[in-house]
């Protein structure tokens, strides 16, 4: 997919399409909660692996989606592919919500959508480079589902992530501006539902599409020479660290790692401080971290970048290794009343 110059994208361009984002997503998601629609089209009913304990609509992608989309056809042509593929995520996941589809099939679509958004990104990279990035933007599509369990979390990522793609590609990339704020607004019209006592969550029908869109324009910024290869997995650090080390070790263990838990870490956090405010506080703070080394990275030498990288995941570990300490503190004074996981 080549630059089209006949609609480079500005600033005003970015503005207009965060407020499409941020008005639409919020206007279709309060007439879904006001009529009532919400609860019927798929409710989150709590278990014991459940965080929060009043059933909860999970239809945040219903507002999310056509707002960034209608953003990005509007604004930002050389994206409506891309955006296209996340519609089209975002209804096999809503079918997947409402009825249940086989794991093939939805892992089958994953595939299909992601190898097409490679294709229509890729400039010119090695077969076995692209097989990697596939692997790797299939892992993002679902990283993005398991993050969404705690009040205000997927939503702020959403805003910071996105956000932080805009600002890096502002230069080099307008319309990768664009399509980014587009996100951006619509992730920041949900958060406006999604913060605690959060009154819907995103579902299946908006995280998997939202992770695709984070890999898909973080594949296309590499590609076209916006940032690094390192830079989407500097963005969106504290997701890939908690999501990825979890499922580390659920697989260490040989666990069904597709069975739900709580074993993140900001699960665990939301159990030790029993207060969802402060994790979502606490994850807006390496959000913040994260992009603001990521951005100050691109002005340095690929040497110093790197080393950058590599310290910023040494933080994290180390926030990670933190909360273990406290996690096995806390299961040792609760003694066999709570449960490990």
């Known amino acids: 997919m080549q630059p089209d110059l006949s609609h480079a994208g500005t600033a005003s361009d970015a503005f207009i399409c965060v407020l499409i984002g941020v008005c639409v997503s919020a206007a279709i998601l309060w007439a879904l909660l006001k009529t009532g629609l919400a609860w019927r089209l798929a409710t989150d009913i709590p278990n014991d692996r459940s965080l929060h304990t009043r059933p909860t609509p999970r239809v945040g992608g219903w507002g999310v989606l056509p707002a960034l989309a209608l953003a990005i056809f509007l604004y930002a042509p050389n994206f409506r592919l891309i955006a296209l593929g996340a519609l089209l995520l975002g209804v096999i996941s809503q079918i997947d919500d409402r009825r249940g589809l086989p794991a093939r099939v939805r892992f089958g679509a994953h595939v299909v959508v992601v190898a097409a958004g490679i294709a229509l990104s890729v400039v010119g990279i090695a077969w076995w480079m692209a097989v990697l990035a596939a692997f790797a933007l299939v892992w993002v599509v679902n990283l993005y589902n398991f993050m969404d369990g705690s009040d205000g979390l997927a939503g702020g990522m959403t805003v910071f992530g996105f956000g932080f793609y805009a600002v ?13 704020a587009a996100v951006a607004g ?15 969550f995103l579902g299946d029908a908006g995280s998997i599409p939202l992770g695709f869109l984070a890999g898909a324009l973080g594949f296309w910024g590499w590609q076209h020479g916006v940032w690094p290869i390192w830079f989407p997995a500097g963005v969106f650090a ?33 159990r ?7 994790v979502a506080v606490a994850y807006y703070l390496l959000m913040l971290g994260s992009g603001c080394v990521a951005l100050l990275a691109l002005r340095v030498p690929p040497t110093v970048q790197w ?16 909360i273990d300490r406290c ?11 709570i449960d490990a996981n």
């Open 168 to 180: 890096a590609a502002a230069v080099l990339q307008p319309t990768l501006t664009v399509a980014a």
């Open 186 to 200: 619509a992730g920041f019209g949900f958060l406006i539902f999604n913060h605690h006592p959060a009154k819907i």
């Open 238 to 270: 504290p997701f890939v660290a908690d999501a990825t080390m979890t499922l580390a070790r659920r697989l260490a263990r040989g666990e069904k790692v597709w069975v739900a838990h709580r074993e993140h870490y900001y699960q665990r956090l939301v």
């Open 272 to 278: 030790l401080t029993e207060s969802h405010v402060h």
């Open 307 to 322: 080393t950058l990288f590599g310290a910023w995941y040494v933080v994290l570990a180390l926030v990670g290794w933190q």
């Open 327 to 337: 996690w096995r503190q806390f299961i040792l004074t609760q003694g066999n009343d």
